[in-house]
């Protein structure tokens, strides 16, 4: 077969995708909404989030158009062309589309996960696992179809034939302009993430500061007007920015392996097309896996889960195999990447070991997050003593917890080079990537499941419905977490390979010396960006969630009714007694006073005016230091890889283990004679340190990720411009022709 | 003059500024010694911190001969010589020596302080500073007859002569021999950091924790027994750890800069000698100018600490000059540094650069830490709504500060660099420096002060003696900052240089390339050393704090006199009342009971056990990364450069800041419905921040340059046993002929 008829295997794969993302969506619609209340609800919270997308992508529409126009007009005429900008709108348009279709049936989903949970839990898995499915195939469905669709476009448009040793320069261009799909996901991304970040936790701190600590109301009430805001942040947080966010690792973990393939051009464009096509085959395992999630009523839905992800990396380990003798097949079994043979059984190597660092990682990473465990414990041990010892034991847990984890990396950038060169590295982070359609399922099943607590909860349905959602929750958590442990790895895998592919691109033969102070001053910037990085991203929450403190304060003290309701809402509650039939209807009628509305613009333009700071300080700051010198942004890239994959596994574990360290004391049994438990001294510190955690776990930390790569794929992406501006361009022509006489 | 004459220079004015600080203690040790209940506290705290150096040092002394012995035995011959290991001890000899001659006359001083403070502010002012006086030109004084006498005899042993252009494999020998003194310096002031810095935050959070919250006893109450450990603990952490710090600082300063200097081997070893000559000529002048800090009676004692330290370094840097133009004029004008040529006015520019950007970051590091600036100002307001978005602002701002220090240090980097290549870097590290005598009198002045403060209390001498106390404490101040300024950036520098060193003597010919996957496995697993270092300090505080907790809950228990006393003062504490005469006499019997020896056992025990773990991190890891690939070990060192630097400065300023935010709530008028001042939610929010600073900016922050510098120096002196092992010896010795034929 031609490889160049496999190419329309990428995009078809892409489309089965979407197919599958579109049945299941009308599934969904259909099954049965609840009560009245809940629709009311699940209305305002989509309304909201949609509200919020809609927003955030005017702003964004600005920012990609003229991002575009400048990247189209600078664009170095023989290395790249214009069309890069094409490639950077239709990236950006796709990656927001993921977020959307994600975001949208998510806010379908929930309410009717909660509804099912009052049947049982076989039900509303399915609902909920199958919401996850959707957004999980949304994002690899565009990516294919966009990334697919273009390549096949380019190919004919600049005249490269896949099937013959391709002419270099030309094929050159063609990775520069792809690479501009890659760079549009990244920011579209790196937005996502932040705004979603910032919106979710202001709401989260504002609606608990102002209902549960001041006005002494329960969490999650429907006096509160900040409550709403908050279900739609969990969705805009947890959803649209995952999904943004994994589309973003996804395609760039392709593009990075495909540049890197280019190099080797041992007989047509095998080492290129082979992470598409491997990407494609993922798909596919992923959509028919998503059948194999089922529980029957009391079955662990735990296993069905673990059954329906790692069944999927497991099948997709042993078909790449085959994927990858098929392409080195053609090549007389193996690929000579930059003078290294790397053969089939290299390249498989190279896949596994960076399945087994991401497994390994996201064990390790359960582990210092997990309640009964060492590191929780010690916290939970710490709180004792009060918020202080609480917290350096966190900080304490979060710094040791980088130790294993970037052994593990380092081992697997060892491994994967060893048996495979720096593709293999690769290869390694598309490997853990490759099912990524079924892992994000299982994630995004989560907030969806939550959200659907939170609906049962405002929605007055008996208990064990919430029991229910809240064990469908918890059980997400193992994969959950193998899947935080992928995405840690992957990105620092996908952004080494990155790292290399701009070195070439941008410096041909130089190098980058770490001894040279221009490279040394580069790492020391980018070492210290992923720090005001993160500063702006908290001092954003910070300030939006006082924005929020304001509004809940003012409704509470200018809306008549609502006031009135608070006092007999607190009374009953300081009182431990239920409301009385009358107190009932009165609270209940005050509750539709509450302007829910307001509270959901004000997080939306917090969150959106405050996220373009972080943003455009992530994209300005490599071409700056690309303009002053190449050899600068390549000791930058590497500062910012260093300090940034720390400070996010540092941010994302200390604030994931203050979060079970809270829950764990809340399980203790209440004594706080003892100091133990609900109400004690004890709980009290733990609940702030999970406040701390909030913003590190769900606003800096999971965008730091981002930030590494954007910087790496912008840098990658005017490259050719530097390379002609700082005259490293005759140098960068040099290996080119050096490349195609092998 | 010949060079060679001119090295005797170098030892005299060290052994000047040792007699300088024999004379100076001598007078400090006549001043009055005030009541005899200021006699017995002095005692237990002088006694409590020599027990501590003696534990300590006999635990050092061990590692010291260890680590001689094998340095001695694997010294490689042909480039290096075992008499590295006399260089080593050598170095933790007199890094030792000058910790013990600044806590000895540290704690003489206190009490000598407090005692004239009574009389008035200009005495007190005398005797502290000249305390803080003695500790500088020990460290200095040290250093230089150290250095200076090693380089002298080793010239002679080696059979260099430092007036001719040298035999550069002899010269080399000789410059990796005496970097062994360097390397004893900074392995035991790491471990003074560590082991200080877990002490006095031990004793302070165990003193605070049971004396003031659990029992209700106010702050510094003699009838704790913690409290002299606590007392103890300032002069073990801020004197001796600090001593111990800054030579380290001092002599890695000069030694990279000699290692540089080697290389430009225009005339005779001029530019290797410089560095010498221009410590020692600020050692001289640290010692005049220390005449000129003097205030009258209701002067400002801020402008005479910032006469003396300011007018030293402007003095040195105008000498600078013409010392530099003195070597320049004996080799035609320049230095031909690797093909660059560097003259007088590039290194002069170099060294202004470096002083430029030392008191730039010290400003900058004012600014994020000071009462009434934005930054400080943010964390009083936000810890309003709790402890919670206390410590998220606080971490904030920390991140935050880490922002302008690096673009100033890059400056100073392109700067110094531009005018006089890497050797100017090194220059730029040691003018920050030169003047270490005189600005490490005013750093130690400040413990002094606030010792002196601590004994009045606790003597029950007149709250105006206090007062006077806190007032020389708090003039400290700016230059304290601008001091750490100088410790930032020239730790930076400094590690930078020998960083280049250790490239020249491992690799020779050979390049650092930052694509190079095991350069890379380097900077991940360097990047992450400081946060697995922070980790282990951070846990050690907590737990010795703990060991500390439980003694001083037992004694409360278990001692019955201590257990009534102890409820007569909470008592009258509660009731706002004084003690009745009998009371009082009750009390102060009681307190003879505490039994304050084991809680400084306790203190001095867990601060030892527990500084051995991070220790052997710093020593093992760039020897262990080395013997696999000297490459990787270049990464290593780059990667822990990178995120070192910015979690010391995130680490200290966060703490500082939160400190100061603290001091500022309690400065507010106490109004607790409004949240403000003493007694209110903001500030029980506020000290919890201050209590996570604690360890931040005590323990971890200030170990963090120290384990930098440590890591690089240990690769410089393991460099060429690694180059012989991976045959890039070839290398190193074609470099050593090629600089020879130059």
Chains 1, 2 share one sequence.
Not at 279 to 287: F, Q
Request: net charge negative.
């Amino acid at each position: 077969m031609d490889i160049q008829q496999l190419l329309y295997f990428i995009p078809v794969a892409g489309a089965v995708a979407l197919a599958y993302a579109f049945i299941t969506t009308r599934w969904i619609n259909k099954q049965e909404i609840g009560t009245d209340r809940m629709k009311k609800i699940s209305e305002q919270i989509f309304k909201g989030a949609m509200a919020f997308l809609a927003a955030e992508y005017k702003v964004l529409a600005l920012f990609v158009v003229a991002v575009a126009v400048i990247l189209g007009l600078t664009a170095h005429e023989a290395s790249s062309h214009p069309l890069v900008a094409l490639s950077f709108v239709l990236g950006a348009t796709c990656s927001g589309l993921a977020g959307f279709f994600g975001m949208r049936v998510a806010t379908r989903a929930n309410v009717r996960t909660a509804a099912a949970a009052r049947g049982g839990l076989a039900p509303a898995l399915k609902i909920a696992f199958r919401g996850g499915a959707v957004m999980g195939m949304s994002v690899v469905g565009l990516a294919l179809l966009g990334l697919g669709g273009l390549f096949i476009f380019y190919t004919g448009f600049f005249g490269v034939s896949v099937d013959q040793a391709p002419d270099v320069t030309k094929f050159g261009r063609l990775i520069n302009v792809l690479a501009g799909f890659s760079m549009g996901a990244s920011s579209i991304a790196l937005f996502a993430r932040v705004g979603g970040g910032i919106y979710t936790k202001a709401a989260d701190v504002g609606a608990d500061l102002v209902g549960k600590v001041e006005a002494g109301i329960p969490e999650d009430h429907f006096l509160n007007p900040a409550t709403i805001a908050d279900n739609v942040g969990d969705n805009v947080g947890d959803v649209a920015g995952m999904g943004a966010d994994l589309f973003e690792s996804y395609v760039g973990s392709i593009i990075g392996a495909m540049i890197l393939g280019a190099v080797a051009v041992t007989g047509g464009m095998e080492a290129a097309v082979l992470p598409l096509i491997i990407a494609a085959a993922g798909i596919i395992v992923s959509v028919v896996m998503t059948y194999a999630v089922r529980t029957k009523e009391g079955g662990n839905p735990q296993h069905a889960l673990d059954g329906g992800a790692f069944g999927a990396a497991g099948i997709m380990l042993v078909l790449s195999y085959f994927i990858i003798d098929f392409f080195t097949g053609r090549v007389g079994g193996a690929f000579n990447f930059a003078g290294m043979e790397v053969d089939t059984m290299g390249l498989f190597i190279a896949m596994a070991v960076g399945l087994g660092c991401g497994v390994l990682i996201g064990i390790v990473t359960g582990y210092y997050c997990s309640k009964g465990k060492r590191p929780v414990n010690s916290i939970v041990e710490q709180s004792q003593t009060g918020p202080a010892t609480n917290l350096i034991a966190g900080i304490g847990v979060g710094f040791e917890s980088t130790a294993i984890p970037i052994l593990l990396i380092a081992a697997a950038i060892f491994g994967a080079n060893h048996f495979a060169g720096l593709y293999g590295v690769a290869l390694a982070a598309l490997g853990m990537l490759s099912t990524t359609g079924i892992q994000l399922a299982v994630d995004a099943y989560g907030p969806i499941s939550d959200n659907a607590g939170g609906i049962a909860e405002m929605s007055g349905l008996p208990s064990e419905v919430r029991e229910r959602t809240d064990n469908l929750d918890a059980v997400g958590n193992t994969t959950a977490a193998i899947g935080k442990g992928f995405a840690i790895a992957s990105a620092a895998l996908a952004a080494l390979s990155l790292f290399a592919a701009y070195k070439q691109l941008a410096l041909g033969t130089q190098d980058i010396i770490l001894t040279d102070p221009q490279v040394l001053i580069g790492v020391l910037l980018g070492g210290m960006l992923p720090f005001l990085f993160s500063a702006m991203a908290m001092k954003a929450v910070g300030d939006a969630a006082m924005d929020m403190i304001t509004e809940v304060r003012r409704q509470f003290r200018d809306i008549p009714v609502l006031k009135a309701a608070l006092t007999l809402v607190a009374t009953a509650e300081s009182e431990d007694r239920a409301l009385t039939p009358e107190e009932d209807a009165q609270v209940l009628a005050a509750g539709d006073e509450a302007d829910v509305e307001r509270c959901v613009a004000i997080s939306t333009q917090a969150s959106i005016k405050r996220m373009i700071q972080p943003g455009i300080l992530a994209l300005a700051a490599p071409v700056i230091v690309g303009l002053w010198s190449p050899h600068a942004l390549g000791g930058l890239l590497a500062g910012t890889l260093c300090s940034g994959v720390m400070l996010a596994i540092f941010m994302s574990n200390a604030g994931g283990a203050w979060d079970n360290a809270k829950k764990q004391v809340e399980e203790q049994p209440r004594d706080t004679e003892n100091n133990l438990g609900k109400g004690s001294e004890r709980h009290k510190a733990a609940v702030i340190g999970d406040t701390v955690g909030d913003p590190f776990k769900d606003t800096a930390g999971p965008s730091l990720n981002i930030l590494i790569k954007l910087m790496t794929i912008v840098a990658v992406v005017i490259a050719p411009s530097l390379a002609a501006m700082h005259g490293s361009k005759a140098a960068a022509d040099k290996v080119e022709v050096s490349a195609k006489s092998e």
